[in-house]
Nanobody
Framework: QVHLVEFGGGLVQTGGSLNLSCAAS????????MGWHRQAPGKQRELVAS???????DYADSAKGRFTISREYAKNMLYLQMNGLKPEDTAVYYC??????????????WGQGARVTVSS
């Protein structure tokens, strides 16, 4: 089991920055990938950024050049630095973690979400 808690959401003006944090606890040794999804009102949840095995980074086109994902293994933390925020970035941001057993069985865990609101 992995427990995830997000921090750092809030209200920011267009062009501003926010840094989201996600604290992982539990069986963190079995985590192979972590990332951020977001869900805007009336829209489906979408991938924002992910990091797999600590070396494979993936960003949504909308996040490239503005957002940076990073993982701090020693503290079991995941971060999302968001710069140049736009009103369309307004959403609830969810941290997730993927664990894999020795038999290849994957489980995805989710945090409770952090609300980000970007005012125009």
């Amino acid at each position: 089991q992995v427990h995830l808690v997000e921090f750092g959401g809030g209200l920011v003006q267009t062009g501003g920055s926010l840094n989201l944090s996600c604290a992982a606890s539990g069986s963190t040794f079995s985590i192979t990938a972590m990332g951020w999804h977001r869900q805007a009102p009336g829209k489906q949840r979408e991938l924002v950024a992910s990091v797999t095995d600590g070396v494979i980074y993936d960003y949504a086109d909308s996040a490239k050049g503005r957002f940076t994902i990073s993982r701090e293994y020693a503290k079991n933390m995941l971060y999302l630095q968001m710069n140049g925020l736009k009103p369309e970035d307004t959403a609830v941001y969810y941290c997730y973690a993927v664990t894999v057993t020795e038999y290849g069985y994957e489980t995805r865990y989710w945090g409770q979400g952090a609300r980000v609101t970007v005012s125009s």
